[in-house]
């Protein structure tokens, strides 16, 4: 099973990839209906469908936590789903909860 800070940053690398974050679904297809984020069919993904798609949906809850640290009083869908959110703010919260992570590792 993946650590938490691979989850994380494996999930950051999805997002990372040219147009492959989206809003208002776990994961779309290639005409952005919404699909499985561990389907052969997602092709771009929110950041709890890129969670989902690198440690499959038992694999999350810490990597979700790490996120949302910095999302409260915000659920990660919730501050991923607002109106005027970007796909670098996304990565940059990856960015911040690697980073913690990586602290805690550390001093574990």
Same mark, same amino acid.
């Given at each position: 099973? !993946?650590?938490?800070?691979?989850?994380?940053?494996? =999930? /950051?690398?999805?997002?990372?990839?040219?147009? %492959?974050?989206? !809003?208002?679904? #776990?994961?779309?297809?290639?005409?952005?209906? /919404?699909?499985?984020? #561990?389907?052969?069919? +997602?092709?771009?993904?929110? =950041?709890?469908?890129?969670?989902? /798609?690198?440690?499959?949906?038992?694999?999350?809850?810490? =990597? *979700?936590? =790490?996120?949302?640290?910095?999302?409260?009083?915000? *659920?990660?869908?919730?501050?991923?789903?607002?109106?005027?959110?970007? %796909?670098?703010?996304?990565? +940059?919260?990856?960015?911040? +909860?690697? !980073?913690?992570?990586?602290?805690?590792?550390?001093?574990?």
């Amino acid at each position: 099973m !993946k650590t938490t800070l691979q989850i994380l940053i494996d =999930a /950051r690398a999805l997002l990372k990839g040219g147009g %492959k974050w989206c !809003k208002g679904a #776990n994961a779309r297809g290639m005409r952005g209906t /919404r699909v499985d984020p #561990n389907g052969k069919y +997602a092709v771009c993904f929110c =950041a709890q469908g890129a969670l989902f /798609r690198v440690a499959g949906r038992q694999g999350i809850f810490g =990597a *979700t936590t =790490a996120l949302q640290n910095f999302t409260l009083p915000m *659920t990660l869908l919730e501050f991923n789903d607002q109106s005027h959110r970007t %796909k670098r703010e996304v990565i +940059a919260l990856f960015t911040q +909860a690697i !980073k913690a992570e990586r602290k805690h590792e550390l001093h574990a």
